[in-house]
């Protein structure tokens, strides 16, 4: 296996992983090479891809992954939630490696010296690939399964809260239409104005306009007379339509454009042919009223695992830590002894 910054691959290289994100049931929009491009050029990162291929050049594994600095190794991660990548995790073509034993020691020998790798796995990754005792089970995401009739989908929405809230942006004169680039002008601002309230703080407004220019993302606007009040991006990949980004008028809110924009973006994608419509859980902790918004529609519910491997490294770097900050170290202490105490 080899670990290579996206920048330094040939055109060969990201042919092979491309053909691999394509093949593979469980990858997602979030593995495509051109979005990791995006992430290096727009905001800067180093974006590796932990790549193991066969003498024809055939790409048998794949997982993208950003380096974080520690004391002195680094730690590896996905995309997941810090640059709005909500799903990582390994990609393998079948009959990789072996089909019943579990990939951690593959991958933990190649990422030496980085002291940990954390990844958030898509709901369709085979979990019995990854040892049990590095998995952890951290939300979960509602999907919708669109087999359904348009007629069966409206009638499982809850009436209270999501039909009626649809019912009254229609009244409202609200309609959603195929949206435009220039759009997304209103989708940063409103965007800003939602991450204001948990403290955080938006993405640039390039890398929104150059995600959106990718043939599997599409824009969506909730608009009230000519003003969009409500502006979505969602991705297409596979047979799934991702709910990736979303964002509206504190202002107009009372009309109730993003109940009718999702609705309608789950009437397209039926008509176009896709599965699954995906919202993308977020965390919690992090916006809840965002989080509230998505659980309310009554999509069934799909774990989502983080999956994490230590190494010695990991050891080291912790050590050096606490002796450098020692009051860290009391402070991590004080659960033990309470326990103790009881």
Known sequence: MMLKRITEMTSAERQALSTLVDECAYSTPF????????IESILNKAVFYLVDQEGDGTATFGLPLIFKRGMLFPEMHSFSMEYDLVYGGPLLRKRAFSEDGPIDGHVAASLKPA????????PRFPVERCKGSNLKHICNTPIFDLSPTVDELWNGLPYKNVRCNINRANKCGVRVIPGSIEHLDYFHEYLKQTLAFGGKEALPAEYYKHVAR???SHICSAVQ??????VAIVLTHHDTVYYWGNASSYEHRNSRPNDLLVWEIMKWAKTNGYR???FLITPLHSLQGVTRFKLKFNAGIHPIYQYRLNNFYQVIDKSLYYLTHPHRFVSALKPFRAKEAG
């Not at 593995?31 to 995006?38: F, K, M, Q, T």
């Not at 007379?225 to 409500?230: E, R, S, V």
């Open 31 to 38: 593995h495509r090479i051109e979005w990791l491009h995006a």
């Open 115 to 122: 002291k940990s790798l954390i990844v958030t796995l898509p």
């Open 214 to 216: 990718f043939p599997f």
């Open 225 to 230: 007379g000519d003003l969009p009040i409500a």
């Open 276 to 278: 699954y419509f995906d």
